[in-house]
């Protein structure tokens, strides 16, 4: 089993729908779980951060947590085109502080 | 403004010339690393440092080194580069443990023929 898994879509939306990105991971003493959002040849940029089951909100944006299932997930509310982009799921491997990623999955929403 | 630096952006270099790509950062960051990142394999990590003089290798190190004389800065060296060495680079610091994230730089685009 791969440590980060995402579907790699691409996923498309209409514009003001939910967009929800799936996340999966095998390492079970992983603690810190993270969401980077990539336009297309640009660097990622962290758009939120994880650390406890539950859900967590800032803006348009929800992760989600569940540490028993191994899986986090991200949701994007009211979908707009500039939302368009790939989302990369990263976990934090071990105790050395290696940010592993999972292949991303490509999100496109259609106006 | 609080960033990672990463040179040269673009770089067209023949097999087996020497080259080294710089990353600096000035947020007095611990923790620094270097990915590439091909299609349909994503992102993967290369080497990482936890501080200075203490570096260490990541999935993909064949090729590659790197040194961390002083703690803002994270040289990729590729002694003698192949074309399956082309791919994009980035830099990425982070101010501990790698548990508040990883902030990158820009970019480098290396093609080698």
């Known amino acids: 089993q791969k440590e980060v898994e995402q579907n790699s879509g691409p996923l498309s939306v209409p514009e003001g729908a939910i967009a929800s990105l799936n996340c999966t991971y095998s390492d079970r003493v992983s603690q810190s779980f993270f969401w980077y959002r990539q336009y297309s040849g640009k660097s990622p940029e962290l758009i939120m951060s994880i650390y406890s089951n539950g859900d967590k909100e800032d803006g348009r944006f929800t992760a989600q947590l569940n540490k028993a299932s191994q899986y986090v997930s991200l949701l994007i509310r009211d979908s707009q085109p500039s939302d368009s982009a790939t989302y990369l799921c990263?976990?934090?491997?071990?105790?050395?502080?290696?940010?592993?990623f999972g292949k991303g999955t490509k999100l496109s929403v259609k106006p | 403004e609080a960033q990672v630096t990463q040179n040269p952006r673009y770089l067209i270099t023949v097999t087996g010339k020497k080259l080294t790509v710089t990353c600096s950062q000035n947020?007095?960051?611990?923790?620094m690393s270097w990915y590439r990142q091909d299609p349909g394999l994503g992102l993967r990590q290369i080497y990482y440092?936890?501080?200075?003089?203490?570096?260490d290798k990541g999935d993909v190190p064949e090729g590659y080194k790197v040194s961390r004389k002083e703690k803002r800065n994270f040289p990729l060296i590729l002694e003698s580069p192949s074309p399956n060495q082309t791919s994009l680079y980035f830099c990425?610091?982070?101010?501990?443990?790698?548990?508040?994230?990883?902030?990158f730089g820009s970019g480098t685009r290396l093609t080698v023929v």
């Open positions: 440092s936890m501080n200075v003089e203490v570096t």
């Open positions: 990263a976990v934090i491997r071990g105790s050395q502080g290696n940010l592993i």
């Open positions: 947020m007095n960051h611990e923790y």
């Open positions: 990425a610091s982070s101010p501990q443990g790698g548990g508040l994230g990883y902030t």
